[in-house]
Nanobody, 124 residues
Framework: QVNLVESGGGLVQAGGSLRLSCAASGRTFSSVTMGWFRQAPGKEREFVAGITGGGSSTSYADSVKGRFTISRDNAKNTVDLQMNSLKPDDTALYYC?????????????????WGQGTQVTVSA
């Protein structure tokens, strides 16, 4: 079992940057593929980015490619999401999640642990 706590959300103007962090508990964190998802009001939860346990493989949604970067520090049990060139459409509640899949997957149903979420609001 892994417990996840997100931090780093806030209000930022369009074009600005934020860095989200997800702190995880659990001794086997380095073997767990992690993902970031987001959910805007009235919309379904969507995949944003993912990273494999060792950090060698990452994947991004087309909407964030070139602007967002996912990384992890297994010594600190953290997964970060650096978000640059933010747009109002990026406004959402952002969640980190853990999956037993050995590869990054965009299917939220395959993630077994979720954090509470951190709010990101981008003003025009």
């Amino acid at each position: 079992q892994v417990n996840l706590v997100e931090s780093g959300g806030g209000l930022v103007q369009a074009g600005g940057s934020l860095r989200l962090s997800c702190a995880a508990s659990g001794r086997t964190f380095s073997s767990v593929t992690m993902g970031w998802f987001r959910q805007a009001p009235g919309k379904e939860r969507e995949f944003v980015a993912g990273i494999t346990g060792g950090g060698s493989s990452t994947s991004y949604a087309d909407s964030v490619k070139g602007r967002f970067t996912i990384s992890r520090d297994n010594a600190k049990n953290t997964v970060d999401l650096q978000m640059n060139s933010l747009k109002p459409d990026d406004t959402a509640l952002y969640y980190c999640a853990a999956t037993r899949s050995l590869i990054v997957t965009a299917y939220s149903s395959l993630y077994y642990a979720w954090g509470q979420g951190t709010q990101v609001t981008v003003s025009a």
